[in-house]
């Protein structure tokens, strides 16, 4: 598989937005989930929010109602608008595919990783 690519990280103040684009180049047939996954220094990395074949989303708790994840019609390109930023949401976002249904799932659940763009939110 291709590895994903992401963009559009960066440095923000509390209350702003960014939107993160993963360019997966290619949606294969195994692809069922895409998902973004964040890691803070010195933490595990997490879940974030998941997409899937269908179109259903699936969120963790703490970014519900701030961040919106989509995909274009095609499907090799996945986003994350983030809006209203707190500091606690500062980390290394990751864009990544895995097979299988039911997206909401630790990180060895997904086989295909980005390298990860920074994201900084500073109160």
């Known amino acids: 598989q291709v590895q994903p690519v992401e963009s559009g990280g960066g440095s923000v103040q509390a209350g702003g937005s960014l939107r993160l684009s993963c360019d997966t180049s290619r949606y294969t047939y195994s692809t069922v989930c895409m998902g973004w996954f964040r890691q803070a220094p010195g933490k595990e990395r997490e879940f974030v929010s998941g997409?899937?074949?269908?179109?259903?989303?699936t969120y963790v708790d703490s970014v519900k109602g701030r961040f919106t994840i989509s995909q274009d019609n095609a499907k090799t390109t996945l986003y994350l608008q983030m809006n209203s930023l707190k500091p606690e949401d500062t980390a290394m976002y990751y864009c990544?595919?895995?097979?299988?249904?039911?997206?909401?799932?630790?990180?060895?659940?997904?086989?295909?990783w980005g390298q990860g763009t920074q994201v900084t939110v500073s109160s």
């Open positions: 990544a595919t895995g097979p299988g249904w039911g997206c909401r799932r630790p990180a060895n659940g997904y086989n295909n």
């Open positions: 997409i899937d074949r269908a179109g259903s989303t």
